[in-house]
Each structure stands twice: as structure tokens, then as C-alpha cells.
């Protein structure tokens, strides 16, 4: 005699009045995710990773962010560690390789294949925890446990990600995070509230949360926790107070800047100085060069510090340029408060890049490119100083170039009392490329973020002035010498997102890890005290496992 081993009832719509030994009362039952097949989880992965990029500038269709995480979830679901490691990697490459393609034009294929090929493999690892919180989520038997706390958790373990590309390995790269997609969409007002880390939190719950509607079709899945993200993304910016404002002189030279541009020594100094002339003798409080704006160090060589001493007087007030300087055995990339004579107040860059501005592990690295590691000669050191000048009693907080995507450097100009930011960058190594406005993207996200102003200054562009609610009002092109005095409205106050911000992501890796474990542990306790499944589990293929038979 042949006997067929049946599933719960739960499992089988069809048989809706059967019920198994052990079984759990189908009101508290999981029903199962259906997941996409083996087949198309690759390429839905690899065109999500692309639709990532579109959302960034220069297209910066920032929709296309939710559609990309949404179908970036989708293909996890169901996914065993190897096939999460696959889907992971497929979205990070398509991302990054596009996303990052700027880099070539700095020192060309080498180091963009390292930088994408790095940063799609750490994004491929953690896919892994995310597919797993799917897989053991069938542990959550009370729906809304499962319609609150899965969504949650699995927006903690992409936040926790991006974090932790954005601190390891050399201080981190934290670009591409999705937060900073969203500068021109409607949501952008909540990074005052929780931070650009809070914002990808936020978006990537409201996605899995829709991911959890559709693949579980017989769950009558409340929307609530989306009305609820919607509702807070949609909330208007955390208001700061008006405190006055000043008249900021910006200057665009468009000298030859770049790491290989041809020039002479003084040449991007002159660029500055002659584009300087069209304001020179107005009425201002403050002039801003960019990042690279002198091209030798006016703290140890005498003619350079006379022109900048000249610059002053012409303005009738305090020059904020950038050079390289030499402090004793060191090297910084600082920006310095000129005030005629020489500057008292000073800023090292927090985070010189590596393989760009310095080499890290250099003994190792000449074994593998000789070449490319000698054309970095000089070797920055990382600033300890705060981010912060003083003009006339008025707080002016700093970031140099990249340093504008680092949380901590943002909001330590903050708490130190910045009433407005100037961000001093050299883009002409990457001219023509995403990079430039990426970063213009960047700047503006954090003008919401903390609630004040930003002045963007480049050296080859673009440049722009930027108000506390993401507007620009002021600017130049790129390539293009340009000058104006703009009147910069000043803020106090701090954001919820600054003074929140570093317990914040302490806080999503700990819950991510401490979900991620807690769902493992039900999942086996359940697995131990439940001989039949109440939801089957998917294969790699996508569809549900089918029960075993056996012949007696």
C-alpha cells in the first residue's frame, strides 16, 4: 500500500477545512513568499543596480531609486547564501561599475576596477544577512509582526551596509548611499529630522514593505507602516532660525587644476586672482577660493603670501582659500583663514583620499602597480582640527572636497556653532564626468540635512550657492572663470539629524545584528518544536519545495 504524505492545511488553499498534527491556527500562519525564479533574479538584480545610477545625477531621476531597491529585495527572497551572494552581486557591479565610471578619468581602468570591483563585493556580502532575514522571517507568525518588524529590519541591514562601506576599509567611501538620491524629490525634508542614514532607512522600509504585499498575495497586508514612512518623508524640514545673514564673495578660476594638467608653478594661483578682479572692491564680508585654489604653500613661501596679503586689501575682507602645506615633518591639505599677513585659523582635510591623495599600505601596493602608486608622490595627513572659521565672531563650518560625504565632519561643524558651510572642492580631475555633480548633489543634501546655507566653490565647477531648503540661488558652469558676491542667509539651531545623528548609526547595526539573530534563534526553536512547516520554503528557482512522499 502506497500513502502520500499531506502538507498542512494552511499551505494548501485548496483544502481549507484539513488540518495537520501540530499545526498552527491558520489566523497566526505564514503564507508564502513567492520570490522570483533563479532565472530572472540575476538580470531583475543587475537592471535594479542600473536604475540606481539613473536616480543619481547627472540623470538624477530619483524615483527610480524606490523601483530600484524594490526590485533589488524581490530577487533576495528566497535566496540561500550563495544565490544572495550572486543577486548582491549583480546589483552592486551594475551599480558601481556605472556609477563610479568617473574615477577612470582620474588615473584610469586600474583604479576604477579596484574601487567598483571593492565595493560590489562588500555590497554582495551584505546581501547575504538580508536574504537570510527573508528566509527565517517565516518565524514571525503574527502578521503584524511580520507586516512591522520584517520590512524594519530589513531596512536596518541595508542601512547597517551602507554604513559599513562608508567606514572600512581606509576610512570608507560612503557614495552611491541612497539617502543622498533624494536631494530634489519630496522626501528630502526628512534628512533634518534623521540624517541621510535615516532617510535610506526610511526608503528602504517603505520598499519592503511594499515587496512584503506582493509576494505574500494572500496576506491582507495593512499598509499602515507605509502610510506612516509616507506621512514623516512628506513632514517640512526641521525649521532652524533666521540669524541674519553675509555677504560672501565666491571665485571660480578655472585654472589648470588637475593632477595632469599641464602648467607652471603660480599658474592656478593666477587663474584665481585674475578671475577675482570682476568683485574685487565691492562690498563683501568674506571671499571664498576653492579647494587647490593656490598652488603653494603661502605659510612657507614668501611671494605667495604677498599676493594673498594683496587680494585682502583689494577686498576689504578676509580671504578662505586652500593649499598644501608643510607643518614641520607633515603634509596637510588645509584650508586657512587669510587675513593679511598670515593665517591664525586653520582646517586639515579629515579624510585625504587614498590612492589619491595618499597611499595606504604603499610597500604592498608598488608590488602591484608600481606606476600608478609613484605618480602619488605626496602623502597627506589626516586633520585633527575642527571644522570651523571665524569671520567677524560669525561660525563658518568647512568641508574640504570629498570630505562632504563624511557624516561626522558635517555635523561637528554644526554643534561648533557653524551659522552657514563653505565647501571648498577641486573637480578638474574629473571634468566632463557625473563626479562633479554627484558631489554638487551631496552638498545640497546636507544644506537640508543641518538647515543651513552652503557655498560650493570648485575650481573648474560647477559652483553654486545653495539656501537651507535646497534651493540654488546663485552659480557658475563648469569651465568657466566666474566670480559674485552673494548674500549668504545665516541659521542657528540644530537639526534632530545632528544632534541624533552618531547615536542613530550606532544604533542600526546593533538592531540589524541583534534582528538578525533574534529571528535565527525563533527560527530554529520553531524548527525544533514544529515537525511540519507552516510555510514552505522556496528554492532557488523561486517556486515553493515540494512535500517528500514515501512508500510503505
Known sequence: MTTTETRPAQDDPNAPHAAAPHAAPSSRSTPAAHGLPWGAAIPVAALSGLLLDVAFPSVGWWPLAFLSIAGGLWALVGRSV??????????GAAFYFTHLMWVVQFLGPIPWVALAGLESLLFALGAIPIALAYRWGAALRHRLARTLLLP????ALWAAR???????????FPWGRIGMSQAGGPFAEAASWVGVTGLTFLIVWLCATVVDWAIRPRTRTRLLPAAVILALLLMPAFPTSEAGSLRVGWVQGDGPAGYFDPRSPGDVLAAQRAASDAILGEAMDLLVW????????PLNTPATA?????VVAEAGA??????????GEDTYNTSMLWEGGDAEQLHDKVNPVPFGEYVPDRWFYERIVPDLVGLIQREYTPGTNPPLVSVDGIQVGLAICFDVIYDTVIWDGARGGAKFYVFQTNNADFRGTDENLQQLEFARMRAIETGRAVVNVSTVGTSQVIT?????????????????????????GLTPAVLVGSTLTLLIPIA?????????????????????????????SGASAKPPTKAS
Open 82 to 91: 550563495g544565490g544572495a551572494f550572486l543577486v548582491g552581486l549583480a546589483y
Open 152 to 155: 524594519a529590519l530589513i531596512a
Open 162 to 172: 551602507e554604513l559599513l562601506l562608508g567606514t572600512w576599509p581606509y576610512s570608507g
Open 290 to 297: 576653492p579647494e587647490g585654489g593656490v598652488d603653494s604653500d
Open 306 to 310: 604677498r599676493t594673498l596679503d594683496a
Open 318 to 327: 578676509p580671504l578662505l582659500m586652500n593649499a598644501a602645506t608643510v607643518r
Open 468 to 492: 537651507p531648503d535646497g534651493t540654488f540661488i546663485d552659480g557658475a558652469p563648469a569651465d568657466t572663470p566666474d566670480a559674485a558676491i552673494t548674500t549668504v542667509p545665516l541659521r542657528t
Open 512 to 540: 540589524a545584528l541583534s534582528g538578525l539573530l533574534t529571528l535565527g534563534l525563533l527560527k530554529g526553536r520553531r524548527s525544533r518544536t514544529t515537525p511540519h512547516p507552516t510555510a514552505p520554503e522556496l528554492t532557488e
